[in-house]
């Protein structure tokens, strides 16, 4: 990806590749879905069509970032974890506490190595210094992934304990063929039985191909040399030691290629755990947010979420944030925009009158021109309050908007009976007649109407005086 002087800001690490002009907002590319119809996608915030800032994605072939797989073992918090686990293991008595130790000390280094993945599958290859030694989530995909394993080795045990039938060895090498298609999976969904899921393991190793093979090869490699090897506890406490880094080594750049497979295939996979990521970047920020302002630290997922085309999802977070930020501006424009999107008319009426008469209660004109302009490009919005009318007329009186003026006068009324201010609402339909549109007669008119009907004694003689300003016209 080409590398520009602005960055994405909704993630501000990544570099922008769009530009709305409407929302003068930028956007990287995981914020916008890849749209086939057009170059030119729409601004998940206004539908308008982005410009683009960038080339396309740019992500090298696997075999190209084979080295780095091979060098991850060297980055410092790796090779510590690696390192201290296997020299403990390595000392442990033989005896079960030793044994049990060893076990949970192979199973905290497991959980490294499903962080490891995750990391590399959101692009993060050589930045992987945040990786811990205990990880709640990654440690129960480990947990999972041994229980469901044990399980199904379980079940061919039960079929056929002493393995004489051809079908028993062949599930039992379709059990451990699956095991790196099971672990790509649960590093992207985190359940239970979408890890078993037959469908989704043979597409993702059709998907994925020979490199599927090759990480099958470099594991089970691994595994092989864990029972010849290390399960030999003759052996000195050196070599015990050097024969576990080796296992390690191979199962972490296993995992790591495993990561960098998702990476490179995100789209067909339907990649979400983008979306844990940033999360968990926002509740960091959260933590470390002293002044209170949370403003902007629901907008990512949000996003994301609509980029998905999970709008029910994303409306509950906007609503949530409405209800307890009142004067998050940002949220309310946001739901609103969706409610347009999603052709919610109901909704859309409802929390925008509620919005508009905020803005009108504390004085954001500009907020309010600038916002109904952009919802009109969206929608059809008629305020229901008259005051948010009055306010809405008097902001569009310009050359530039007193068409979208006319408009909402059209669609609030201005004859008699239309509704309560009728004839103030006539009264500037005359005035963009006469002062933009040069439509003397048409104003003429109008205010005549006005006078006639009008019962507002102050508004009765502004017609008349601007009655009398459109006879001087005319002269």
Request: proline share 3%.
């Amino acid at each position: 990806m080409v590398a520009t002087n602005e960055n994405c800001k909704y993630h501000p690490t990544e570099n922008a590749c769009w530009h709305c002009s409407s929302c003068n907002v930028n956007f990287c590319d995981s914020c916008i879905p890849a749209n086939d119809d057009t170059y030119f996608p729409p601004c998940i915030l206004c539908r308008k069509g982005l410009r683009s800032l960038s080339v396309a994605i740019n992500i090298p072939s696997f075999w190209t970032q084979l080295s780095r797989f091979l060098l991850l073992f060297f980055q410092r918090q790796i090779l510590i974890s690696i390192l201290s686990v296997s020299l403990l293991t390595s000392l442990m008595p033989l005896n079960r506490f030793g044994q049990a130790t060893s076990a949970i000390l192979l199973l905290l280094l497991l959980s490294i190595y499903f962080k490891v993945l995750e990391e590399v599958a959101n692009g993060q290859l050589g930045k992987l210094s945040d990786v811990k030694w205990f990880d709640k989530e990654q440690f129960g995909a480990v947990f999972k992934l041994i229980i469901s394993s044990g399980l199904l080795f379980f079940l061919v045990n039960k079929i056929d304990p002493q393995l004489n039938s051809a079908f028993s060895y062949l599930l039992v090498a379709l059990i451990v063929f699956s095991i790196p298609a099971s672990c790509i999976i649960l590093s992207m969904e985190k359940t239970w039985f979408s890890q078993i899921n037959p469908v989704k393991i043979i597409y993702l190793i059709k998907l994925l191909g020979k490199n599927y093979i090759i990480i099958f090869l470099i594991l089970f490699s691994g595994f092989l040399y864990f029972f010849h090897f290390v399960l030999d506890f003759s052996q000195s406490e050196a070599l015990l030691f050097l024969n576990y880094t080796i296992v390690n080594y191979l199962f972490l750049v296993s995992f790591a290629m495993m990561g960098y497979l998702i990476f490179q295939h995100q789209f067909e996979l339907n990649y979400r755990a983008r979306r844990k990521r940033i999360s968990i970047e926002n509740k960091s920020a959260n933590e470390n947010n002293k002044s209170g302002d949370n403003s902007e630290q629901w907008q990512t997922e949000v996003d994301v979420y609509v980029q998905e085309g999970r709008f029910e999802d994303a409306i509950k977070i906007l609503l949530k944030v409405t209800k307890s930020h009142e004067f998050d501006y940002a949220a309310y424009e946001k739901l609103i925009l969706l409610y347009a999107f999603a052709d919610n008319q109901s909704h859309l009426e409802y929390i925008a009158n509620e919005y508009f008469s905020k803005l009108i209660e504390n004085n954001k004109r500009q907020q309010i021109l600038v916002f109904y302009k952009k919802l009109q490009s969206n929608a059809t919005f008629t305020p229901s309050e008259i005051e948010t009318v009055k306010e809405l007329v008097a902001l569009l009186h310009s050359r530039f908007d007193y068409g979208l003026a006319l408009e909402l006068l059209d669609r609030v009324g201005c004859k008699p009976n239309d509704n309560p201010q009728w004839d103030w609402m006539a009264l500037q339909k005359a005035k963009i007649n006469f002062e933009f549109l040069n439509e003397y007669s048409r104003a003429n008119d109008i205010v005549n109407t006005v006078l006639k009907r009008g019962m507002n004694q102050k508004l009765l003689s502004e017609a008349e005086a601007y009655l009398q300003l459109i006879a001087k016209s005319n002269e």
